[in-house]
């Protein structure tokens, strides 16, 4: 069971998971061929990309960080960066390689990413 003492582990390891995810994906986008993306996909991949690997770090600076348990806002925050980061990606990505748009998948993602920056942003202030 998730706890509030574990989040910092779990977001090292989210963002170490998200990280390798991201250099897998990086080579694809480099590497296949245009046939295998959607119009512009290689494109929008490459920004999904970009986007993966900066929550990815800040995933692991935020675990790294964070002692003991943190607080409501930074609990949010940290669950909001991987949620968003999933969310945002995954439907970029799909996107990119089907030419199928995911229907609101990705929005969704961009703005739980934006609420929990702000969240991160709270309870930095009050701590």
Known sequence: MLSLSSLPRSWRVCGALLAGTGTIMGALTAHLPEADFGPGGRLMAHGALEMQMWHALALLVLGLT????????????????????????GGVYYTAFTGQHAAHVAPTGGSILILSWLCLAIGWVRG
């Open 66 to 89: 964070t002692r003991d348990r943190p607080t409501k806002p930074l609990a949010l925050g940290g669950c909001g960066l991987l949620l968003g980061t999933l969310l945002f990606c």
